[in-house]
Nanobody, 116 residues
Framework: QLVESGGGLVQAGGSLRLSCAAS????????MGWFRQVPGKEREKVAA???????YYADSMKGRVTISRDFSKNMVYLNMNGLKPEDTGVYYC????????????WGQGTQVTVSS
């Protein structure tokens, strides 16, 4: 089970920190990711992390977001800075078991709205 929090309304240029609490098996064996869904567009992978030295960032978010995880708390975070109106969407936390091709567990999503 994945539970996101931290979304909300922010002005352009502002920051938000999304959190994801995971209770999905052995946390350390999962790659964790953040995706976003914008109406009318395909779901986009924003960032992913296995270890601190193994991360992925979408080109559209590079330099503006940082993904991190706390193994002791089974938490994943997405720090977002310099937010733009086009970053508006529902952000989902997801988990991919080691060896799996796809993310198999999803949270309910948290809304991020960036006003201009």
């Amino acid at each position: 089970q994945l539970v996101e929090s931290g979304g909300g309304l922010v002005q352009a240029g502002g920051s938000l920190r999304l959190s994801c609490a995971a209770s999905t098996g052995t946390f350390s064996l999962y790659t964790m990711g953040w995706f976003r869904q914008v109406p009318g567009k395909e779901r986009e992978k924003v960032a992913a992390i296995y270890t601190a030295s193994s991360t992925y960032y979408a080109d559209s978010m590079k330099g503006r977001v940082t993904i991190s995880r706390d193994f002791s708390k089974n938490m994943v975070y997405l720090n977002m800075n310099g937010l733009k109106p086009e970053d508006t969407g529902v952000y989902y936390c997801a988990a991919k078991p080691r060896g799996a091709a796809d993310f198999t567990s999803w949270g309910q999503g948290t809304q991020v709205t960036v006003s201009s």
